[in-house]
């Protein structure tokens, strides 16, 4: 049995639906995090899997360098994502999720 | 080329099984690990699928980097987590979105798949590996992306450095925290003084009696 791109985006798919299980039922802002990565890095294989079954003289291997730079823009998220982990957790010692709703929240990470 | 069904299997399975362990285990620390191989996991699936270029990107910034980073707000932030039991009805909720989710996505690329632009594989790239395709691609056609790229990377990095600061208004109340103990630290200590010498003032009775 041959792979195909089916396959990739099969691992795709449940790769993302895995990361918004996580992105809803986690209640850390970090345990969030961590479910967007998972999200973004699906659509990483989607890329791959296109650019690697559907080779285009025209634009090769377009796909991949999408992927690439999917990655460079995910390490810059999880870069401000600490940063406001951290900074969450200095103003309102925690980083519940829960706590985080309203506008008053807002109003005291931006102030 | 082919891909090799067995290594995308086993490099499939670590990949899900691994993202599974991410979103449910408990302890953040080790569902960061859990994320590094994951990570680690979808670098060698792009390897085995001809990407090798992409495949050591993902090994180096999802592996390293992504996991170094959200380790070391895990340390800073250690003893303020959350509280660590989620509801059920939540669980219940994300559950059957991430199964809808996951059905609406199978069953999109499962309608659409006759559409999808199918070739094979150039035989230059199964020769010399897709690097220097992928380099070339990204120095001519992708290069304002790449450059947008660096610059969104520089800013990031400068934001999260501003962010993950302390201010002047937050050493300020530091500062005002530590004096607060000081003074607190400074009546305890006249307290225990006025309480030895109290004791010392009934001492000479004690002795005496100790001494009968």
Known sequence: ?111 | MTVSPAAFYVLAALVLGGGVLVVTLRDLTQATYALAGTLSAVGLLFAVCGAELVGAVEVVFGGFAVSLMLLGGLTLTRGRGPRPDAAPARWQLALLVAGATAAGLWLTFYASRGDWHVAAWPQHLVDDGSTATLGRSLLTQAVLPLGVAAVLLAVAVLAATTLGGVDEQERELARAEQQRQEREERARRRREARQRARGRAGAPGETEEVGA
């Open chain 1, 1 to 111: 049995m041959t792979v195909g791109a089916g396959h990739l985006l099969a691992v795709s798919a449940t790769l993302f639906a895995i990361g918004v299980f996580g992105l809803l039922s986690r209640r850390s802002l970090a345990g969030v995090l961590m479910a967007l990565v998972l999200m973004v890095t699906a659509s990483s294989i989607a890329l791959v899997g296109f650019a690697r079954f559907g080779y285009n003289d025209a634009r090769p291997l377009s796909g991949m360098s999408f992927a690439l730079l999917v990655s460079v823009v995910l390490s810059a998220e999880v870069a401000l994502g600490v940063a406001l982990v951290l900074l969450l957790n200095r103003r309102r010692g925690g980083t519940d999720v829960d706590d985080l709703d309203g506008p008053s929240a807002a109003a005291e990470l931006t102030s």
